[in-house]
């Protein structure tokens, strides 16, 4: 393995062997030598998989159930061996791949801490040294001292999370295990993976949420039927895929207009969007129609949050018929700080002036996320309907500004 790489496969494939009914399995297994495979059918989850990782890089895996990400992931865990072609990982490997996976139910929550710890390459010792940190993160109290299989989804999750990202390791892979946890819990996590980042580790991300694979990667793999169908930067993948998601559906996903759920008070550790409002040529609501070039379109986002929470982060996209995000603006990267008054309630006001679409119906979605932009707490998908008509003969979906010299 060339020094250069923290993880290096060629040729990487895992084959399964299938049989129609149990009964074949036994006959395989008896016969199989001299009638070759006759009771069974080879099914590849993973085949001819070239990759280079390199120390410090941040990939996000995305994919549809079954594409074959979480057997990537587990090979380059160790808990998976290959049929094929050849992997090597450099330097210790953290992973949070199923909810609990390597805890035993039967263990106390700190004997299972120091069991993960020997597993990961610790000495008692060091895991001695760490101990205080990995209980303050987890947060779970006196049940640490409870077999887990006392423990909730959500603690279970909080242990797991603080064991494998406290020992220093030099790769952390996570398998969507982030989608367990209440708001302040996620927004930790979400901060400690930065941490990791910062410092340099190297990080292998699967999620089914697109927002947090760009804001949190630079590469990503997308994975289709075994095989890698892009590598590249995180922003160009993640398009494509979502693309591919649309025409494969080939019906718009758009969710009711109407009903964002209202709060009095955010939850600890997060926030929720009340209410999204369009206004343009003296239409206010969830669809308004408008004149490309002409109508200056203005979005108003109300939220609450929170308190102890610092400002959050505001994101609105507006896609086309086919899911396509065709443009977005985020107040985290156009460096705006929205207000939040001492209960928590906020309002992100974002103005389009002279709307550049050309003619068409879209739709917008709003993400209310972080003050960093990471972690999303909320998310108003197609919340607000655009229906945009033309005056000239100009094609495609943005009028972009333009003249014409002598």
């Known amino acids: 393995m060339s020094s250069d790489w923290v993880i290096e496969a060629n040729g990487l494939g895992k084959r399964y062997s299938l049989f129609e009914q149990p009964a074949d399995r036994l006959k395989q297994l008896l016969w199989g030598r001299w009638l070759g495979t006759a009771y069974q059918r080879d099914f590849w989850a993973l085949q001819g998989v070239d990759l280079r990782i390199a120390p410090g890089e941040v990939v996000g895996v995305v994919g ?13 865990c160790g808990t998976l061996a290959p049929s094929v072609g050849t992997l090597a990982v450099r330097g210790r490997v953290a992973a949070l791949l199923e909810l609990g996976a390597g ?51 959500g603690m279970f999750m909080r242990l797991a999370f603080s064991v494998a990202t406290s020992v220093d390791p030099e790769v952390l892979v996570i398998d969507e295990a982030l989608s367990v946890g209440d708001g302040a819990f996620a927004r930790k996590s979400f901060e400690r993976i930065m941490g990791l980042k910062d410092a340099g580790k190297t990080i292998l991300f699967c999620s089914h949420s697109m927002y947090q694979v ?32 649309a025409g494969a559906s080939g019906t718009s996903r758009a969710v009711g207009l109407g009903g ?8 600890t550790g997060t926030g929720r969007i009340v209410k999204v409002t369009a206004q343009t040529d003296g239409q206010a609501g969830h669809a308004v129609a408008l004149q490309s070039q002409v109508s200056d379109l203005r979005l108003e986002v109300d939220f609450v949050v929170d308190p102890n929470l610092p400002a959050p982060g505001v994101a609105i996209g ?28 906020g309002r992100a006001v974002l103005v389009f002036p002279q709307m550049a679409l050309l003619k068409g119906r879209y739709q917008v979605t709003v993400i209310l996320s972080t003050e960093d932009g990471v972690h999303p707490y909320d998310m108003a998908m197609h919340c607000i309907s655009l229906q945009v008509s033309q005056q000239g003969l100009e094609q495609g979906v943005v009028a972009l500004r333009h003249e ?3």
């Open 64 to 76: 549809r159930n079954g594409a074959g990400k979480s057997t990537l992931l587990q090979m380059v």
């Open 318 to 345: 507006i896609s086309d018929s086919s899911e396509r995000t065709v443009a977005s603006a985020l107040s985290t990267n156009d460096g705006v700080q929205i207000k939040v008054d001492a209960r928590g309630f």
């Open 404 to 406: 014409w010299l002598d």
């Open 260 to 267: 964002l759920p209202a709060a009095a008070v955010a939850a």
């Open 103 to 153: 805890f035993n139910p039967d263990f106390t929550g700190l004997e299972n801490v120091f069991m993960n710890g020997a597993i990961l390459g610790l000495k008692k010792a060091q895991v001695q040294e760490k101990l205080a940190e990995i209980l303050a993160f987890a947060d779970i109290g006196e049940f640490i001292h409870q077999p887990v299989k006392t423990y909730s989804s």
């Open 214 to 245: 760009e804001a949190l990667c630079a590469r990503a793999l997308w994975i289709e039927g075994g095989q890698v169908r892009m590598d590249g930067p995180a922003t160009e993948v993640t398009s494509a895929y979502n693309a591919h998601l």
